[in-house]
């Protein structure tokens, strides 16, 4: 149950508009993403564009970014949502060395949680955390969680060119399974080792980069083993679940091929197909796919009960998209998990 405000407000169309992975960044993230050096040609194109192009889009989500009061608040009446899950803008911490990086994990959950406190029916926030020294990072997500009442943590991708399927890090996950959190595995571009082919056609960024490299980065953590160490897990990830679900019968085919013949042999034998850990341990938002027929086809591949709104404010901020999705010819009950009711569950929202 969310807040009376809240609820007033679905009276009419019968359920409230909970969106899942709307992004923030204080002021002081922006200043060290201005300074940063960084041999990292996805950063470099990512924040080179916001930071420097004087577009109309690159300056207004500058601005929005920062906001998490009038400005937030106003464009989500107008566009008609009612609450918003918040997390640390991509890459976060993870393009900084592990102390500055630790020190903005902090600065930021401190930031977003006064917001949270003032606006508590409107925003709910997302941990961010340094994974750099995972034990740290598991003391950031304790306070997130226990003292500041954050419901999720944001892993922004690779943390300057490593993937999160590495066991060094696998503190993080115990700590999840055990608070009962949701990790959300949002983009980050390309690292190096891979951006090259992207970049050369203007391809690297959320157009198809940012979902390549998340797919691949999801998939690897499952193949890691790591779901069926911690089989309560649960991660969420956007963009109509970055093309996995289209991919699952292949997956299942070829990495089940691949482990029985031990193709691989420095990989474990995992105790599932892929697929049952999609189904199990993975959440996925519409995050910038207004279309219903990649909706509906992840409700019918992982289940409709798995599968979330979200807008990806500001960078997608797009009230038609919002009619659209409304407009959406399924099943009335499905709408609702889709837009309020599964959100409230995974996020335990109001409790
Ligand atoms: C963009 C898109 C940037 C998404 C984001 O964070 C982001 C973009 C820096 O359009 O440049 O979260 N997105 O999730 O699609
Ligand atoms: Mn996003």
Known sequence: MLIKDSIDRSNARGYLRIATEEAFAPASVLEHYRKLKLDDPGFNSLWGFYLGSPSERAQSVIRRLQDLGGERLADMDASGIDHQVIALTSPGTQVFDAATAAAIAIDANDELSAAVNAHPDRYTG???????????????????????????????????????????????????????????LHPNAPPKAMIQPFLESGLDGA???????????????????????????QFIIGHAGEALPFWQYRLDYMYGAGQRSRRYPHMPLLEHPISHYLSHNVYITNSGVAWQPAIEFCQKVIGVERVLYAMDYPYQFQADEVRTLDEMTIPAEHKKMFFQTNAERVFKLGR
Not at 217 to 226: E, K, T, W
């Open 126 to 184: 997302m941990v961010a955390m340094a994974p750099h020294n995972p034990d740290s990072a598991v003391r950031e997500i304790e306070r997130g969680v226990k003292q500041l009442g954050f419901k999720a943590v944001i892993l922004n991708g690779h943390t300057l060119g490593e993937y999160h399927d590495a066991q060094r890090y696998w503190p993080i996950y115990e700590a999840c399974q055990a608070l009962d959190v949701p990790v959300y």
């Open 207 to 233: 157009v198809y980069g940012f979902g390549v490299d998340t797919g691949l980065h999801m998939l690897r953590i499952i193949c890691s083993g790591v779901f069926d160490r911690f089989p309560k897990l």
